[in-house]
């Protein structure tokens, strides 16, 4: 068999010039525009939500096998290119898993592309619901820089609990702390107590993919109150206690001390 093989583009990404669903990912802002000749193949496309784009990152560097991914936190160390999702890579293939919004004849509206406008698309797929592993283990490579940090975080909490609301703004801002601090909040090794609204616990439930069991990590309490979150690693213990219910400004713009209570993880 010939070591050569030959990908046509289907499509193209079309950036929408929309910055603040960049930050939620609920709303459109890109269109994958499947070129006249392949149109047939979107068919019952819109049957999904969720899809797989893929595309090819044209402008990356195709020597590179080992990166370091420094741009969120200068004390990592080196990956193979294989253990990430760096765009250099030896077949530059993108892989977007974004939410369908509207189909306009071959045009899709899709949430969650940060790949440049003109980006060639080579394939769409359906995310299926068996291709969802609720608790994986992964390299820790989360930004350090709270900025960045939040804005992951937030997008990551709306992509789970589909919903902007009070209970997922403290859990974000709650997650953002617990990961400062401890670091890695989807380990298996924390444990989370939430108690509070419905939405908070969904929320830190979807960013820390503690479970009920299997290990158990999770826990839920209902309470009136704005809620508190209870993190132990080991014995050592981080309570997060939330002050009053915050709205979406004062997410954005509010320090810690103003929202929330917490003292230095203590050993039970
Ligand atoms: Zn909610």
Redesign the pocket.
């Known amino acids: 068999m010939s070591g050569k093989y030959s990908i046509k583009p289907i499509g193209e990404i079309k950036r929408l010039n929309n910055k603040q669903s960049d930050v939620s990912g609920l709303t459109p802002n890109a269109i994958v525009e499947v070129f006249p000749e392949y149109s047939e193949a979107i068919l019952t496309v819109e049957q999904n939500s969720h899809l797989w784009i893929l595309t090819w990152f044209h402008l990356a560097n195709r020597d590179t096998l080992i990166v370091k991914p420094s741009r969120n936190n200068p004390a990592l160390p080196s990956f193979g290119v294989f253990g990430i999702r760096a765009p250099d890579r030896p077949n530059p293939i993108g892989m977007y898993l974004v939410q369908l919004v509207k189909v306009e004849n071959n045009l899709l509206y899709v949430t969650n592309i940060d790949a440049v406008d003109g980006t060639p698309v080579i394939d769409i797929k359906p995310y299926y619901e068996n291709d969802i592993v609720f608790s994986p283990r992964t390299p820790n490579i989360k930004p350090v820089y709270r900025e960045k940090l939040i804005k992951l975080f937030f997008k990551q909490a709306i992509a789970h609990?589909?919903?902007?609301?009070?209970?997922?703004f403290m859990g974000v801002r709650m997650a953002v702390l617990a990961e400062e601090i401890f670091g890695h909040i989807n380990s298996p090794e924390l444990g989370l107590l939430v108690e509070g609204?419905?939405?908070l616990a969904?929320?830190l439930q979807g960013l820390s993919r503690a479970r009920l069991a299997n290990p158990s990590r999770f826990r839920f309490e209902y309470s009136p109150s704005p809620g508190q979150s209870t993190w132990n690693r080991k014995g050592e213990l981080l309570k997060i206690s939330a002050l009053r219910q915050i709205n979406h400004k004062e997410f954005w713009e509010l320090p810690d001390h103003e929202i929330m209570k917490y003292s230095l993880p203590q050993r039970s």
């Open positions: 609990h589909q919903e902007e609301c009070p209970g997922l609204s419905p939405c969904d929320t």
